[in-house]
């Protein structure tokens, strides 16, 4: 059964800083992992989609990397703001199951 | 239009009632899906519909019964609940039978079971 594990389960940065949440599975054999936002009692927003094939994807001040083989995939934010502030939760697709699998979540507070 | 609306947003109710939750999206996918997800925890699959068809029940309990009218509404279907059925519902869609395809959320529905 795949497992999706995120560290750390919270973080707290000033305004400003580039920072790295990880996310790590135990199936290396996905058709693609995505990372979403949540903000408190809200539902999700994809950020970005990387297909199995794929080493990265960029979108404006986010970039997210993937490493199958190892089962490990990394989302940064570059000049963090207060409005980053949310829960960032990874998640992963697999063949013959059309649906996702979720990590727990880190929970991001950027000070201003 | 990449949205998918859900109602109501905010819904109480009694071990008693009957109620329903609906989905709906007009971007032409043809795979919908429930989650819950409970306080600070993350969502967990319930139902995958693909081409109005169930493909996947993630063992939920009878209580919870889900209904495809149409490629672009899907519904859930609440009976008998317990307390601890309460949480946040999430409906999502993607395309079928694309290996790499965005899942698009919902706002979901805040069910609280009294």
């Known amino acids: 059964k795949q497992e999706v594990t995120q560290i750390p389960a919270a973080l707290s940065v000033p305004e400003g800083e580039n920072l790295v949440l990880n996310c790590s599975f135990t199936?290396?054999?996905?058709?693609?992992l995505q990372w979403f936002r949540q903000d408190p009692g809200k539902g999700l927003t994809s950020l970005l989609l990387?297909?199995?094939?794929?080493r990265e994807q960029t979108s404006g001040r986010l970039n997210a990397s993937l490493d199958k083989s190892s089962g490990r995939s990394t989302l940064y934010i570059a000049a963090s703001q207060p409005g980053d502030s949310a829960t960032y939760l990874c998640a992963v697709d697999q063949p013959g199951r059309r649906a996702l699998t979720f990590g727990s979540g880190t929970r991001l507070q950027v000070q201003p | 239009d990449t949205e998918v609306t859900q109602t109501p947003k905010h819904l109480v109710m009694g071990m008693t009632n009957k109620k329903s939750l609906k989905c709906e999206q007009h971007?032409?996918?043809?795979?919908m899906y429930w989650y819950k997800q409970k306080a600070k925890k993350p969502p967990e699959l319930m139902f995958v519909y693909s081409y109005e068809k169930l493909s996947i029940n993630e063992s939920v309990p009878s209580r919870f019964s889900p209904e495809c009218p149409n490629s672009s509404l899907l519904n859930l279907h609440l009976h008998a609940l317990q307390p601890e059925d309460s949480a946040l519902y999430l409906c999502?869609?993607?395309?079928?039978?694309?290996?790499?395809?965005?899942?698009?959320f919902g706002p979901g529905t805040r069910l609280t079971v009294l």
């Open positions: 971007m032409g996918h043809r795979a």
């Open positions: 999502a869609s993607s395309q079928a039978g694309v290996f790499a395809d965005t899942q698009y």
């Open positions: 990387i297909q199995s094939s794929q």
């Open positions: 199936d290396s054999a996905i058709y693609n």
